[in-house]
Structure formats: C-alpha cells, structure tokens
C-alpha cells in the first residue's frame, strides 16, 4: 500500500501523556545537564549559577522562551554568555503571562531592582502574552523590558503589520546578547544593539513533511512529490510549494528570499559587491531531517554563496529551533560588521554550541529549585476608590456585558469561523460566566485589575491576553490621576480610560485602526464620545451604540493585517470580525443600562 509510505501519515510519538510532555521533557532535558535548573513548580529552566555569576555580578538577566515543540530551543541556549533563562508554554502554545511573570519574580526575588530583558519571538500570542506579563511586572516594581525579534523572508516585500515570524535565527540574537550581558552592557545598551543587528538576519525554510504534533496530528497535509517553501515553527503551511526536486535545485530556490533581504541591506548601506559584506550562515535542522541530507544542504548552501563571492566567516549547523518532526531545514544569514564578529567569537557555553568553553557532562542529581513565589499569598485587589457609591451601577453594567456575550457566544463563534478556530463566542462566554459568578458570589470588587487578572486565567490565549490588557491598561489610567469630578458621569475621564486600554492593547498587538480587529470598534466608541460629550447623556450613549455597531460592521470589508491571518493572501470575508463585534455587544449592554 502506497499510502503506508506516504510522508503525510500520523506518527505516533513516543510519549507517556500528552498533557504531562512538556514537564518530562524538561526534567529529562536538565537531569543531563548539570550546568542547569528547573523550578519546582512552574515550567522554567535557569543556569544553576544565575544568582552567583548574573545577579551578583550586577548583569542584565536574559529571559526568552515560547511554546514547547521547538526543542532544544530555547533551553539549548542557556548559559555561560547566552541567556539566563526560558519559559515554556504548551506545545505550540505561547506561555502564559502569569507563568511569564512567576518566572520574573523568581529569577529577581532577592534582588527586585536586577534588570531583566525578555527576548520573545515575534508571534501574536508570545507578544501579548509576555507583554501583558511585562506590564503586570512593571506594576510590581521589577525593572523589565522587551525585545521583540521576526527574520523570516518567506514573505518578501509583503508588509505586515504583525511583523516577519521569529524564527532559528534567533540563535544569533541570544549569542550576541549574551556576549553583551557578560561584557556588563546595560539593558538599554543591549536592546539598542539588537534592534540593529536584528534588520542584518533573515530566515528561508523548506520542508518535504508537514509535523506530527503529539494529541493532534499532522500539522496540515502536503502532497509526496511536494515541498513546502516558507513554513512557520508551529507548523504552519508555508508560502508557496514546488515540486520535489534534488538538494541543487532546493537550494537555488529558497537562496533568492534571502538575496533579496541581503541586497535590501547592502544597497541602503550603498555597497557595490558582496565579498564587501562578511556573513554568519546557520543550517537548521527543523527536527526530521537524516543528517546527511542536512550536510548535503550544508554544501549546496555554501557553494551558492562561495559563487556570488560572499565572504563567509561563520557557520553554525545543527538542531537549534525545530518544528517536532517536520522533515526540512532552515537556513539564515547574518550580515556582520567587526563589532557582531567580535560578540560571536566570545566565550559561551550551553547545550547547542558552545565556544572556547566546555560543559561538564555530569549527571544532574539536584536540579529542582523552590518556587518561591509560590509561597506568597493569593493577590488581593482594592475597589477603585472613584466607585464608591457607585458600585450598584458597576455592578450592573457588568452583568449587562457578560449577559449580551454569552447570548451571543453561537454567533460570535460562526464570525470567527471566517477566519480563526470558530471559538470566539466560547471564549468570551468562559470570562463572561466567570465575572457574573464574582458578581453573584460577592467576591468581585469594582477592580479593573481583578478583571484583568480573572479574565487572563480562565480564557487563555490571545483573547485572554488581549482583555486583560485592555483592562489593565483603564486600570492604570483610572489609578493615577487625580479626579475632582463625579466619575460616573464625566464623559471626559472615560474618554481617557478608554484611550489608555486601547493604547495597552495596541502595543503588543501591533494593531491600529483598520486592521479588522477590536480596536477599530474601540476607537470609534471614543470619537463618538469626544464628538457628543456636551450632548445629554441618553444622546451621547445612543450615538455611542450606533458608532460602535457601525465600525463592527465595517471590518467585514477590511482584510486582516495583524495576527496569523494577516500571512495569508485571502481576500477580506464579508462577515465582520468576532472581537470587533463582541466590543459593540458589551458596549451596548453597558450604553443601555446607563439610561
């Protein structure tokens, strides 16, 4: 039977359970690697000697990490000259903010004022996820700040707002931050040189397998006599398919994608030749690939360049960011200057390369550390002291929303079966059922943060994600200004509280007016606001529902330009977008209990 041999079918892994996989494969990764740690109670690997050799040397402490599936990444990068530590996910599924912040509080406990820098790979959920971590951790006093890093050439001249994936070549962003961490560069210093080195890396990928992710199957299906250009790290299809060919013609076919990153460069840097650009290659191996075709790729890649006269000064082959078992590869450039020559040549020492230094290879008998942090008491949250003598009305207006969301979970859920996993509406219902249960059981406060808080827990994902930054953000507009007017009726303030959750949302979505998503019913609800604030305020609620129903409306014409659709080259659908609407719902709840 043909079909037996087909690389399409359903490998089934190696496993004990599914939902336990991510911690055995951590515990099993660190148990043979003494120079690692692992916290006892949350998914996140450190050096053992970050507190002797980071914090106590005064360096900024290095954090990344992502959805688990890409192993050895990004625990194959922790040590000596590389990061401190990583956070995990589930498979293909961005940490969550409260494991991203549990992991702060860890690695500063002793020492709160210890700068800490995130490198977070450039996907929807790591941005919100570590952003809104990173916001919640600023609230607490920690010192931390992001660095958002995408290389892949997939997609050419295209322009997305969500920005190019992140893809292996991050491993030269961890090396070269690394090498400046253990040099003493501050964290502003740090981040500054990585947003120049990062526009010097691109990133092609080619595979002849889609993945078998392990309680799901395969990741998509590609017919045997096809490969496909372009793939994500999750397993997503990629931008194009050609038909199988030999490694030679593999080769000159994806090479174009980053010529055409490496000539961008070089013309805006005004030179003529590119034996005048010395390079850094790095081979891929993005799980399933048999190392002889890997090397053979390795060679048709080196005579390609050595060709076209690049000057090649490093290369880098092996396992460093991989898709489980997809059988491709990926291969990225890294245009150099002295100073990136210079950081890659400096010591480092970790699973996946190591340079001038060694590890010790002994067992790992004590590699679990206490969780501290797990030993603080639950999070308390006070009543916003602007809704004394108002929460009946808080209260109520709250309800109104959860109540309309949960009405209309069905036909929020055929939205999003346009153009996401048709699970929009169920989302929304799980926060909305959890708020009403506060409500009811009395243990909610008129607390923008404990929404915040509530809301990231039980929905998860973007939307969670998004929500609770929408909320921290009116929290901490709310919180810090002075008011000498009645809140419940100063349209001016909720203009403001408003502008500041929109503000939060839009910083780690990427997304603006016109991008098909919530913020374009959220900014039509202040500039109605702002256009009707010294109208009556029955007239300013119903030019508010009309405004906010029109915009949800109009997203059905626009075509997505953020998140994972925004890869895509689908024409707009013509239903509108499941998050826009659902802010015109609760708006309108919430308008029409004013009255």
């Not at 998914?43 to 954090?63: G, P």
């Not at 920690?142 to 997305?160: L, M, N, P, Y």
């Not at 070269?176 to 990585?194: H, P, R, V, Y």
């Not at 010294?534 to 300013?540: A, G, M, V």
């Amino acid at each position: 039977n043909d079909s037996s041999c087909d690389m399409n079918f359903k490998r089934k892994p190696l496993i004990n359970d599914v939902s336990k996989s991510v911690r055995d494969q951590l515990t099993g990764l660190v148990s043979f690697n003494d120079h690692l740690a692992l916290f006892e109670t949350i998914n996140v690997v450190v050096r053992k000697d970050f507190i002797e050799n980071v914090i106590k040397s005064q360096k900024v402490i290095l954090l990344s990490g992502g959805g688990s599936g890409h192993e050895p990444s990004h625990t194959g990068l922790i040590g000596n000259g590389l990061i401190t530590a990583a956070v995990f996910g589930n498979i293909f599924a961005s940490p969550p903010a409260n494991l991203i912040l549990a992991a702060i509080r860890e690695l500063a406990t002793s020492y709160p004022t210890a700068p800490i820098l995130m490198i977070v790979p450039n996907y929807t959920g790591d941005r919100l996820n570590f952003g809104l971590a990173q916001e919640k951790a600023l609230n607490e006093g920690f010192k931390v700040d992001s660095f958002v890093f995408g290389e892949d050439a997939a997609f050419g001249d295209k322009k997305s707002k969500a920005g190019k994936r992140g893809l292996a070549g991050i491993f030269f962003i961890h090396k070269l931050a690394g090498a400046m961490a253990n040099q003493g560069k501050s964290l502003d210093e740090i981040k500054a040189k990585l947003d120049m080195y990062a526009s010097k890396i691109a990133t092609i990928s080619i595979s002849s397998s889609a993945c078998t992710i392990p309680g799901v199957g395969l990741s998509f299906t590609l017919p045997k006599d096809k490969l496909e250009i372009g793939l994500g790290i999750h397993g997503e299809k990629g931008s194009t398919q050609i038909d199988h060919c030999s490694a030679t013609s593999v080769v000159e076919q994806i090479m174009p994608y980053l010529i055409e990153h490496v000539d961008f460069i070089k013309n805006r840097l005004c030179i003529d030749q590119y034996s005048m650009i010395p390079i850094a290659l790095l081979i891929n191996n993005l799980g399933g690939l048999s190392w002889m075709e890997v090397n053979i790729i390795s060679k048709e890649v080196v005579n390609y360049l050595s060709q076209r006269q690049f000057k090649i000064e490093r290369t880098f082959c092996g396992s460093f960011v991989t898709s489980f078992d997809m059988a491709g590869v990926s291969v990225s450039i890294m245009m150099l200057n002295q100073e990136s020559l210079y950081l890659l040549d400096e010591p480092c020492s970790s699973i996946c390369f190591s340079k001038n230094e060694s590890l010790t290879y002994k067992y790992n008998s004590s590699f679990l550390l206490p969780t501290i942090q797990q030993m603080k008491s639950k999070p308390t949250f006070k009543p916003l002291k602007w809704f004394v003598g108002h929460e009946k009305k808080f209260f109520d207006c709250t309800k109104a929303a959860c109540l309309i969301l949960i009405e209309n979970e069905k036909l929020l859920n055929q939205l999003d079966s346009e153009s996401g996993d048709s699970d929009c509406g169920s989302t929304l219902t799980a926060g909305a059922k959890l708020i009403l249960s506060k409500v009811s059981s009395g243990q909610l406060e008129t607390s923008f943060i404990q929404m915040a808080d509530q809301l990231e827990n039980v929905m998860g994902g973007s939307s969670g994600a998004l929500y609770s930054l929408f909320f921290t953000g009116a929290d901490n507009y709310i919180k810090n200004t002075q008011f000498k007017d009645d809140l419940s009726s100063n349209v001016s303030i909720w203009i403001q509280t408003l502008q500041s959750a929109t503000h939060l949302v839009s910083k780690y979505s990427y997304a603006q007016v016109g991008d098909r998503t919530m913020i374009d019913t959220l900014h039509a609800v202040v500039m109605a606001l702002k256009k009707s604030q010294s109208l009556p305020l029955p007239e300013i609620l119903n030019q508010v529902i009309e405004a906010s129903k029109e915009a949800a409306d109009q997203t059905a014409f626009m075509k997505p330009r953020v998140g994972r659709a925004s890869y895509s080259d689908s024409e707009a659908v013509n239903k509108p977008d499941p998050g826009a609407y659902a802010v015109h719902l609760w708006m309108k709840a919430i308008c029409q209990q004013l009255k």
